[in-house]
């Protein structure tokens, strides 16, 4: 716990906006009320009293954090493809972006841009049950 508190406070004083998620992996916030925090970074005294009972750490995108988007791949076998693509034509630029990997073995790449069009869906596909089910997404508005 200690360790995520000790990020969080690294993360904020780098400009970005962060807040706790379930520690049951649905990334789902620990916190009742959060929409605050996609408008304004967390205070020191505040985040003392957070990541106490195990709770994982979420970025929150978009103005707050200097115009952070961040794409996140549902899907992780569409990521190393993407990678090739990536590579081919902007050769680095991959190896230049935070990445994480999500507790569903997903990918979140951070890049910072002037604007943000919200969450955008960028590839989704039928499910067995014949919902649409996304695979690849913007974050960050």
């Not at 970025?59 to 707050?64: F, I, K, S």
């Not at 910072?112 to 919200?118: D, K």
């Amino acid at each position: 716990m200690y360790h995520i508190r000790r990020e969080a406070r690294r993360l904020v004083a780098a400009g970005l906006s962060v807040i706790p998620i379930r520690p049951d992996g649905t990334k789902r916030p620990a916190l009742d009320a959060w929409a605050p925090y996609q408008h304004m970074r967390v205070n020191a005294n505040t985040l003392l009293g957070w990541f106490r009972h195990g709770e994982g750490l979420a970025v929150v995108g978009g103005a707050v954090s200097g115009y952070l988007e961040i794409l996140d791949f549902d899907v992780p076998e569409l990521f190393a493809p993407w990678c090739v693509v990536v590579e081919r034509l902007c050769p680095g630029l991959v190896a230049r972006l935070p990445l994480v990997q999500t507790p569903s073995d997903g990918r979140h790449l951070y890049y910072r841009c002037e604007s943000i069009e919200g969450n955008l869906q960028l590839a989704r596909r039928r499910s067995v049950n014949e919902t649409l089910e996304t695979m690849i997404e913007t974050r960050g508005g």
